[in-house]
């Protein structure tokens, strides 16, 4: 079983910046995909961003997140640039066996959530 540890949530101005960061105990694999997902108040969770050997972003996202990785430090990264309101969710991380997936039932591992508040 492998934890993940959400850091570097906070509240910002909107057009600022943020990165979060993801650790991983145990043994992953960088062809296995981490996932970036968020989900804010009254919605659904949703996709943001996935690494493996190559990248995928939500169209909402994509030109401002930038999600990377570290496998000597087990570590994921979601740097977010020009912050909108929208933005603010709870970021979770999560981590599976295989290929990149959008699909929140696909995951078996998840983090415990880093807040992100994006004010006006």
């Known amino acids: 079983q492998v934890k993940l540890v959400e850091s570097g949530g906070g509240l910002v101005q909107a057009g600022g910046s943020l990165r979060l960061s993801c650790a991983a105990s145990?043994?992953?694999?960088?062809?296995?995909?981490m996932t970036w997902f968020r989900q804010a108040p009254g919605k659904e969770r949703e996709f943001v961003a996935a690494?493996?050997?190559?990248?995928l972003y939500a169209d909402s996202v994509k030109g401002r997140f930038t999600v990377a990785r570290d496998n000597a430090k087990n570590t994921m990264y979601l740097q977010m640039n020009s912050l909108k309101p929208g933005d603010t969710a709870v970021y979770y991380c999560?981590?599976?066996?295989?290929?990149?997936?959008?699909?929140?039932?696909?995951?078996?591992?998840w983090g415990q959530g880093t807040k992100v508040t994006v004010s006006s």
């Open positions: 999560a981590y599976r066996l295989g290929a990149i997936s959008t699909a929140v039932a696909d995951f078996a591992s």
């Open positions: 145990g043994r992953t694999f960088s062809s296995n995909a």
């Open positions: 690494i493996s050997w190559t990248t």
